[in-house]
């Protein structure tokens, strides 16, 4: 499928095809390929939480305001935004970016002081807002990689996130950006057409705000 295709087929489904699975190895396919997404400093921080379990995908229904379609998704993935990312992963993204000949091993200590400044100190509001913004790259990269594959989906912010971090034992420390449900459409289905979009005169400015 070509990618405006997908970006201009790609929906919130409502009406999953319940009961209906999806291959683990395609659904691995699908997380490999969002995992190709741009990210800070290329630090990469997000975590998914994958659902697939009809009990469990029960439990995250009731963390999520009771919406059907977490449960009748084949699977349901919890986006985690991690703000320890900078930590977890800086000191491979400079070695890598030293081996592959894009930094010297000199610069390294200055790149880590850069990201470090860059992102704030680990509980400050800047670290959340760089693992957040990251994660939900990735999880707009995978929604429409999920149209090339076949496949539908439905982000959703409908959720108690404290419910999920208890159930689902992601520590407190997180952030739940979004779930996205994955999927089939449900066979017989049409839907609606797609809910307006503003002009672009309405958000666009040109050379100043
Ligand atoms: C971050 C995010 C959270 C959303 N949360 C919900 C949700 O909890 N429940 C829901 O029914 N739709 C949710 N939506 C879907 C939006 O309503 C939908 O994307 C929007 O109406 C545009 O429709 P389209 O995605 O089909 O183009 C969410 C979308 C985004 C991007």
Same mark, same amino acid.
């Given at each position: 499928?070509?990618?405006?295709? %997908?970006?201009?087929?790609?929906r919130?489904?409502? @009406?999953f095809?319940?009961g209906?699975?999806?291959?683990?190895e395609?659904?691995?396919e699908?997380?490999?390929?969002a995992n190709?997404?741009?990210?800070? @400093?290329?630090?990469q921080?997000?975590k998914?939480?994958?659902?697939?379990?009809p009990?469990?995908?029960?439990?995250?229904?009731?963390c %999520? @305001?009771n919406?059907?379609?977490?449960?009748?998704?084949?699977a349901?993935l919890?986006?985690?935004a991690?703000p320890?990312?900078?930590e977890e992963?800086?000191e =491979?993204v400079l070695?890598?970016?030293?081996?592959?000949g894009?930094i010297?091993?000199?610069?390294?200590?200055s790149y880590?002081?850069?990201?470090k400044?860059l *992102?704030g100190?680990e509980?400050?509001?800047k670290r959340?807002?760089?693992a957040?913004k990251?994660?939900?790259?990735y999880?707009?990269?995978?929604?429409? %990689?999920?149209?090339g594959?076949?496949?539908e989906?439905?982000?959703m912010d409908?959720?108690?996130e404290e419910?999920?971090?208890r159930?689902f034992?992601?520590?407190?420390d997180?952030?739940?950006?979004m779930l996205?449900a994955v999927? *089939?459409?449900?066979?017989?289905?049409t839907?609606? %057409?797609?809910?307006?979009r =503003?002009?672009?005169?309405e958000?666009v400015r040109?050379?100043? *705000?």
């Amino acid at each position: 499928m070509e990618i405006i295709d %997908a970006i201009e087929q790609r929906r919130s489904i409502n @009406f999953f095809e319940p009961g209906r699975e999806i291959p683990n190895e395609k659904l691995e396919e699908l997380l490999e390929i969002a995992n190709l997404s741009p990210s800070s @400093f290329n630090l990469q921080p997000w975590k998914v939480v994958v659902v697939k379990d009809p009990e469990r995908k029960r439990i995250l229904r009731q963390c %999520a @305001f009771n919406q059907p379609k977490v449960e009748e998704a084949s699977a349901v993935l919890i986006m985690v935004a991690d703000p320890r990312g900078v930590e977890e992963n800086l000191e =491979r993204v400079l070695e890598s970016w030293q081996e592959l000949g894009f930094i010297k091993a000199e610069m390294k200590q200055s790149y880590k002081e850069m990201a470090k400044n860059l *992102y704030g100190p680990e509980d400050s509001l800047k670290r959340k807002i760089f693992a957040m913004k990251n994660t939900a790259l990735y999880a707009m990269n995978l929604m429409i %990689a999920a149209k090339g594959l076949g496949l539908e989906t439905h982000p959703m912010d409908g959720f108690d996130e404290e419910c999920i971090k208890r159930e689902f034992n992601i520590p407190d420390d997180k952030i739940i950006p979004m779930l996205v449900a994955v999927g *089939y459409l449900k066979s017989g289905v049409t839907l609606l %057409a797609r809910a307006f979009r =503003r002009k672009l005169n309405e958000f666009v400015r040109y050379e100043k *705000y």
